[in-house]
């Protein structure tokens, strides 16, 4: 960790490798990468397909990929992973296995966190909302606890990211759990009877498109941190104005110029961290119904690393956590990892804008 720089903890989506799950829904051999590919442009200016440069079309059951990734991301200023975990209810998991390896290998070396995916998997993205994949289930005080002890072996892993001593777990959908004050008491608890010093639980506060949190109670509730999770989205009168014009006359998805006014669009508090995002287009999943930032490139980028970083200079080393939404998310249209337009120069535009 640089002693002057935000640490910059990427998010990590593990579906770059086929699961029975995906072939029984999408048909065989289907990972993130099928919808990247099968993108294409949808009004003038649109750049799709956006495609892979360094890393190509890579697989995540290889540790090889796993480890070009990490290396490329500690190059440029990443401190650590925060890979997406899903944890349904009653034990069942899905996408688990490069983390798994990960953990159970001691490979790469690059610091990580859990970050609970805790939603139902839905058809959302594919024009289907009615459709749903997995449920996701909170059963009760047993279920937390075999959760518990399903992560407690990551928590104890030397590579694991903390603050103050204590592993961080990111929870995606606080509002969705039945009782978050109890949840977090008790995985508190239990953290603290396993020997560690606790954990410091974040929450994340959605807001996409700055229309009002989705959760708001992260003290109440005893959280350590919220993560208040907004697009650079121009979403001013004229620019909705001319979003709902072009929708009814050419149809097709929302669209919104990618703004550098991240100081002013976004929440800040003792107990609130920042989020950057490259880039927002998820029309390779859901085509004409997605949500396209239009004009994103480095130097903006840049600029709202650069305000994001600054809103943390004022606190302790260890709690300066500037998230990055994402490391891989290519079919959402936001990633670090090299792409055939841009090169390294998003990955070097998070390393200016942390350093200033």
Not at 55 to 71: C, H, I, V
Not at 80 to 86: G, Q, S
Not at 168 to 183: G, H, I
Request: proline share 7%.
């Amino acid at each position: 960790m640089n002693n002057d720089a935000a640490r910059a903890i990427a998010f990590y989506l593990p579906q770059f490798h086929p699961i029975p799950e995906n072939d029984a829904w999408w048909g065989a051999g289907f990972t993130e990468w099928t919808n990247v590919a099968r993108a294409r442009r949808l009004f003038p200016g649109h750049r799709q397909p956006d495609l892979p440069a360094d890393l190509g079309f890579y697989d995540l059951r290889l540790p090889e990929s796993r480890a070009a990734q990490a290396e490329l991301a500690q190059e440029y200023g990443v401190e650590a992973f925060a890979y997406w975990h899903y944890w349904f209810g009653d034990g069942r998991r899905i996408l688990e296995r490069p983390f798994q390896e990960v953990l159970a290998s001691g490979k790469p070396g690059i610091s990580f966190c859990l970050a609970w995916a805790n939603q139902t998997w839905s058809g959302i993205w594919h024009g289907d909302a009615d459709r749903v994949l997995v449920q996701q289930h909170y059963p009760g005080v047993d279920d937390y606890r075999a959760h518990f002890d399903a992560v407690l072996p990551a928590f104890r892993d030397e590579r694991y990211l903390r603050v103050g001593g204590r592993p961080v777990f990111y929870v995606f959908r606080p509002e969705e759990l039945p009782d978050a004050a109890a949840f977090v008491d008790l995985w508190q608890r239990w953290a603290r009877e396993a020997g560690l010093e606790g954990l410091y639980l974040v929450a994340e506060m959605s807001d996409l498109l700055g229309r009002g949190a989705r959760y708001d109670r992260v003290e109440e509730d005893g959280f350590d941190a919220g993560v208040y999770m907004r697009m650079p989205a121009d979403t001013s009168p004229s620019a909705m104005y001319r979003m709902r014009a072009y929708r009814k006359l050419r149809g097709g998805p929302e669209i919104y110029p990618y703004t550098t006014d991240w100081t002013s669009q976004n929440l800040t508090g003792p107990h609130i961290q920042p989020c950057v995002y490259p880039n927002w287009d998820n029309t390779p999943r859901s085509s004409r119904g997605g949500v396209v930032l239009q004009g994103a490139s480095p130097e903006s980028f840049e600029s709202n690393v650069r305000q994001a970083a600054e809103s943390l200079a004022s606190r302790p080393v260890d709690e300066r956590l500037l998230w990055v939404k994402s490391w891989n998310e290519w079919a959402e249209g936001n990633h670090l990892e090299p792409d055939l337009r841009f090169g390294h120069r998003w990955l070097e535009a998070l390393r200016d804008g942390l350093h200033g």
